[in-house]
């Protein structure tokens, strides 16, 4: 059974405050995913890593860096919050494509809100 | 840029009423998934549609693809409650497999 976890499920933080999101999969999936997810707006996809030390941005990747130094822990870094950044944050991983494996599978959430 | 349309965004049907919901997207792509969220929870895999024509079922939802006219459709048969949330609609758009989501759909089922 696929297992993806993150860090917390409720944050609230102060404006201009550093914020770590962590996010752990236990199914040796090479590419893992933060998103962010807004009424409205669907998910839009803030960055993608596709090996350890590897990142790449997705649509919306402003205000953010990540973190990959394993293979199961992606880290979501928000260097100086902003009350823009408010939103419900998830994670997925995926398998290498082409196999059984290659569905994402998604966190709980993190639903943060910068005040 | 690969768009990813669905409609309608929120649908109320009463219990045992047939449905169906749409997703077009705007650029080649051959993997097409469908996601369900219940409030306050995260995604759930439905489908992945990995090829034209592929239909897959699972329960009262039937999923299908046509990748020449960039549609995906979810149908809904004899609806009940418990099918109640919101179903989203995802495109492979690159090779490291990122998705691009629609907006989803809130389906509300009435008793």
């Known amino acids: 059974d696929v297992k993806v976890t993150q860090s917390s499920r409720y944050l609230v933080k102060r404006t201009g405050e550093k914020v770590f999101l962590e996010c752990v999969q236990d199914m040796d999936h090479e590419n893992m995913f933060w998103y962010r997810q807004d009424p409205g707006l669907g998910l839009r996809l803030i960055y993608f890593s596709y090996d350890v030390k590897m990142k790449e941005k997705g649509d919306i990747p402003e205000g953010y860096s990540v973190s990959r130094e394993k293979k199961e822990r992606f880290s979501l870094i928000l260097e100086s919050a902003s009350t823009n950044q408010t939103s419900m944050y998830l994670c997925?991983?995926?398998?290498?494509?082409?196999?059984?494996?290659?569905?994402?599978?998604f966190g709980p959430g993190t639903r943060l809100l910068v005040l | 840029e690969l768009k990813v349309e669905q409609n309608p965004l929120f649908l109320s049907m009463q219990e045992g009423k047939n449905y169906t919901i749409y997703c077009n997207y705007s650029t080649t792509s051959d993997r097409l998934y469908w996601y369900r969220q219940d409030p306050g929870k995260s995604l759930e895999s439905l489908f992945v549609?990995?090829?034209?024509?592929a239909v897959k079922q699972e329960g009262r939802l039937m999923a299908s693809l046509d990748t020449k006219a960039r549609l995906s459709t979810l149908h809904i048969t004899a609806a009940v409650h418990d099918l109640s949330a919101t179903y989203f609609c995802?495109?492979?758009?690159?090779?490291?497999?990122?998705?691009?989501f629609g907006s989803g759909t809130q389906l509300t089922v009435l008793p």
């Open positions: 995802a495109v492979d758009s690159g090779s490291a497999r990122q998705l691009t």
């Open positions: 549609l990995l090829s034209n024509g």
């Open positions: 997925a991983s995926s398998g290498h494509p082409g196999t059984m494996k290659e569905t994402q599978y």
